[in-house]
């Protein structure tokens, strides 16, 4: 048995200790807005919050997060996430979709620390998330968008 916080709430799971949470948050507790894309730690559809910081759930085991906070995409809050999510519906940057909770929660996080980022804090801060349509450029765009909301 692991208890951990998600997305705010207590949870406790069954799973066997090696099981990669990435299974556990969407086959147990039914929150599939985190995808699996390589397994691998390669590609970042599978990024969560762990204690704020983005991590791949597809090689953390789930009882390597217990007493910690995890946060997926349907869960992350306040207005860091908010100007998240209008930047990206406002320039249209999803095309198919897949990557993008993983974009979004690693933009989350680089925002929540470096409230105003250069194109070399994006482009550092989201490498290893793989956007297989090639929307880099308006992911990029959508990032200064939230920082210029974020700034008022």
């Known amino acids: 048995m692991t208890t951990f916080s998600l997305n705010g709430r207590e949870v406790t799971v069954s799973s066997e200790d090696d099981t990669p949470l990435l299974w556990v948050v969407r086959d147990e507790l039914g929150l599939i807005g985190s995808k699996f894309g390589c397994g691998a730690a390669q590609c ?21 997060v217990a007493g910690h906070k995890v946060t997926t995409i349907e869960g992350i809050t306040g207005p860091v996430a908010e100007a998240v999510r209008g930047a990206w519906q406002k ?23 470096t409230p105003q980022p250069s194109d070399a804090d994006i482009d550092s801060a989201l490498t290893g998330n793989i956007c297989r349509c090639n929307t880099y450029q308006r992911i990029r765009a959508a990032v200064h968008e939230a920082a210029g909301t974020l700034k008022g």
């Open 91 to 113: 320039l249209d940057v999803v095309q198919c979709g897949y990557c993008q909770s993983g974009q979004m929660m690693a933009a989350v996080a680089l925002l929540s620390g």
């Open 44 to 64: 970042g559809a599978c990024t969560m919050h762990l204690d704020g910081e983005p991590i791949r759930s597809c090689v953390t085991a789930v009882s390597d």
